[in-house]
């Protein structure tokens, strides 16, 4: 099944063009990295997938073209986390997985007991129950990150667009985001399209890689694919060597 399909797709700003005539199909159910250079196009292509940003050409999501999508219906089916994520000051966290659900009953609906069993579930799968009753600004990066996927959780949408999750993240609190993202896609059959800059890690978690150039789609397939010399002096411009792990995951190094 296909999750998003992109044709002619181009987005221009004023003597600029940052996207430019894509055309490619990104599966359902998998867990999507998109890959490239800084100014490559990626979080501008994850704002035209969230409907955050205008472009020309076609784009459906689940076979429906977006722009024929109900605002509340989309909220529904999607969830998006931006790169710079808004403020929190003062907010508790059950307080923050609680906006999860306001697609489901907007700004003035009571909260009922099925909201009530979302939140609950959706702390309780990012493991984040213990901090229900802390504020937000008192997390650290990776606890921060956690409480926020499991807003997208209570949402309960299917489908969760990621900018950049684990930029301001330590090596070990990016393997803990990433982690817990594949589970949520593996066990809940949902879909993930996130915006990555560690090569690494996007073929150690990720099932299906999109490598932009310059506006362009350089490479489009499987982590294996990815993980080629060839391939990543071509998407980078830098020579790297493969390296085999013990755990049998390639690693990328500068050659």
Not at 9 to 25: A, C, E, F, Q, T
Not at 65 to 78: E, G, M, N, P, V
Request: hydrophobic share 45%; proline share 4%.
């Amino acid at each position: 099944m296909t999750l998003f399909a992109l044709r002619n797709l181009s987005v221009d700003v004023p003597g600029r063009r940052l996207l430019d005539n894509i055309s490619l199909d990104l599966p359902a159910g998998r867990m999507i990295a998109l890959i490239g250079h800084n100014g490559s196009g990626k979080s501008t292509l994850l704002k035209v997938l969230a409907r955050q940003g205008a472009a020309s050409g076609q784009v459906s999501f689940e076979g429906r073209s977006l722009s024929d999508w109900r605002a509340r219906d989309h909220a529904r089916r999607l969830a998006f986390l931006p790169q710079t994520l808004p403020p929190a000051e003062g907010m508790l966290v059950r307080e923050l997985v609680a906006l999860g659900r306001y697609p489901w009953h907007g700004a003035l609906g009571r909260v009922t007991d099925a909201d009530r069993t979302a939140i609950a579930r959706a702390m309780a799968e990012c493991g984040v129950e213990a901090f229900a009753e802390r504020l937000v600004d008192s997390l650290s990066g990776g606890e921060r990150q956690r409480v926020w996927l499991a807003m997208m959780v209570a949402q309960a949408a299917q489908t969760l667009l990621l900018d950049e999750p684990i930029s301001a993240l330590d090596i070990a609190h990016q393997v803990e985001v990433l982690s817990l993202v594949r589970r949520m896609c593996i066990n809940a059959s949902r879909s993930a399209v996130i915006v990555l800059h560690e090569v690494n890690m996007a073929a150690r978690f990720c099932d299906h890689i999109v490598a932009l150039k310059s506006g362009r789609v350089a490479m489009q397939g499987s982590p294996a694919e990815l993980m080629r010399p060839e391939t990543l002096q071509d998407i980078y411009g830098l020579r790297m060597d493969i390296l085999t792990r013990p755990d049998g995951h390639p690693v990328a190094v500068a050659a």
